[in-house]
Structure formats: structure tokens, C-alpha cells
Nanobody
Framework: QVQLVESGGGLVQPGGSLRLSCTASGFTFAFRSSTMRWYRQAPGKERELVAAMIGSGGRILYDDSVKGRFTVSRDNAKNTVYLSMNSLKPEDTAVYYC??????????WGQGTQVTVSS
């Protein structure tokens, strides 16, 4: 059973930084060939895609709202993907979820980690 565990969320002041981690386990396919995504969901809003790292090719996509502030990276040896968030704004407040799409197309989710940007 594939499991994704996020960590690194918390309370930060506007302009601050956080780094989220998502570690995958329980899979039999090559982690490096998986597409990794970060989503977020703010209260009363739909879940939105923040960033994605596409399969083994390494192509990276960002939502316009986070371009230049957020960076997604991965360490395949640790089965972990990261989301580095800088210049955080109150509107970045949300529960952040990690998603994995296997090479076969199956999708898995983590439980989410809360990020609150407030003074």
C-alpha cells in the first residue's frame, strides 16, 4: 500500500519561508519515474495544483500564483519530494497535500500539512 507522509508545515509570518517534505513508501514501482504534485486547499475553496514534477523527465510546472517564490525538488534516493516556499503571503494559507502518480497512472495522496501565514 502506497503511503505519502507530508511534514514541515506550521505558522510563519508574512515574508517568511517553509520547506515541506513528502516521503513515499510501500510502492514497487520506480519512484524516480513517478509524477509528484503539490496541491493546496484553503478554507471554503477548491483544491488547487501548486506545483508538479513530471515523471523521470524532470519537467516542472508551477501555478502562476507561486512562480518565483516556490521551488519543487526531489531526492529519489530518499523517495522524497520537497516544496520550498519563500516570501510567503497570507493567501498561501492552506492545507498542502502531496500527490503521486505512478508510471501506471494510479494516483495517491498524503494526509496534508497545514501552512498558516499570519502576523
Amino acid at each position: 500500500q502506497v503511503q505519502l507522509v507530508e511534514s514541515g508545515g506550521g505558522l510563519v509570518q508574512p515574508g517568511g519561508s517553509l520547506r515541506l517534505s513528502c516521503t513515499a513508501s510501500g510502492f514497487t514501482f520506480a519512484f524516480r519515474s513517478s509524477t509528484m504534485r503539490w496541491y493546496r486547499q484553503a478554507p471554503g475553496k477548491e483544491r488547487e495544483l501548486v506545483a508538479a514534477m513530471i515523471g523521470s523527465g524532470g519537467r516542472i510546472l508551477y501555478d502562476d500564483s507561486v512562480k518565483g517564490r516556490f521551488t519543487v525538488s526531489r531526492d529519489n534516493a530518499k523517495n522524497t519530494v520537497y516544496l520550498s516556499m519563500n516570501s510567503l503571503k497570507p493567501e498561501d494559507t492552506a492545507v498542502y497535500y502531496c500527490g503521486l502518480v505512478s508510471p501506471m497512472g494510479s494516483a495517491y495522496w498524503g494526509q496534508g500539512t497545514q501552512v498558516t501565514v499570519s502576523s
